[in-house]
């Protein structure tokens, strides 16, 4: 494994640097960091474009090896840092990822290892976000935080006592997929019903509307618009021209939010919450309600103690970022 001294190129040294890959359902984000956290180049690729992981990785490997190029080279490169779904840290292996085209187990950070033949490491995009934030973000110099990343769906990453907890077999801190309201919405992606994601995602906060609209005569900006093109961007924008049903529906998710988040703080004392993706663009109007269900459902012990914060990382940057962190754990 290339280890973490700098190499020299004739009188010029240079600082190792580190590839960050973060694999979503459509698209894959990839870029080279250095240790301070900035992105010097990146790209991405179609996920959804590859039936095969091989012709993935092969196109990954040709757009990359450009950007390694310019970097100085793969002399330069500590490591590769991969974050995608159901990724698991201790096989590096992606596990049955419902959004992913290649199905069953697939040995993710063996074949990019191999074609890159530069050390790799993997796990859940969740994770990985936790750690770019503990390194680079708002839970720098924190040792006990848990992450949670409101996208289409929910992740979590949970650190306790300075350290990701990982469980025994790679998949802990599932905590999107903890059921808030027994009985309650169907969950299509796990057959579960009542999950924290199919409330507090975006996705959720729609069919929140939808379900308001069809439950109640309510004048609306909403109903303006067909039910297939309604999203969460929609509702936050009927929201912030003071449309009431519309903030209901964020009062509704901050609600069942705060209540899961209670929940977690009970779980493991953490020093702070951190939310991060699309829906904390909704600022007060989720974050509000979020606080206030949190401490009405906490124990008087916990009262109080406990910040909800925002992100401090690039939205554009943070899953790249994310990934790289990786490599600055990797032992030499």
Known sequence: MPNSKKTTTGSVSLDPLAIGIDIGGTGTKFGIVDR???????SEISTRGHDEVESFIDELHNSLNALIEKSGG???IRGIGVGAPNGNYYTGTVEYAPNLPWKGIIPLAKLIQNKF???????NDANAAAIGEMMYGAA????????????????SGIVANGRLILGHDGFAGELGHTITIPNGRFHPGTGKYGSLESYASAT????TAIEMLEKNDTD?????????KLDSKKVYEAAIENDQLAKDVFEFTGKILGMALANFVMFSSPEAIILFGGLTKAGELILKPTREHMEQ????????KVKIL???LKESDAAILGASALVWEMKD
């Not at 301070?36 to 990146?42: I, K, Q």
């Not at 033949?117 to 993997?122: G, I, K, R, S, T």
């Not at 959720?204 to 069919?207: F, Y």
């Not at 459902?297 to 109080?304: C, T």
């Open 74 to 76: 793969p002399g330069r």
């Open 117 to 123: 033949q530069l050390p790799a490491v993997l796990t």
């Open 220 to 228: 609306s900006l909403l109903r303006k618009i067909p039910k297939g």
């Open 140 to 155: 720098k110099d924190m040792k006990d935080f848990i992450m949670i990343t409101l996208g289409t769906g929910v992740g």
């Open 297 to 304: 459902n906490l124990i008087q012990v916990f009262s109080n």
């Open 310 to 312: 925002v992100s401090h």
């Open 204 to 207: 959720g906060v729609t069919l």
């Open 36 to 42: 301070n956290g900035n992105v010097l180049f990146s």
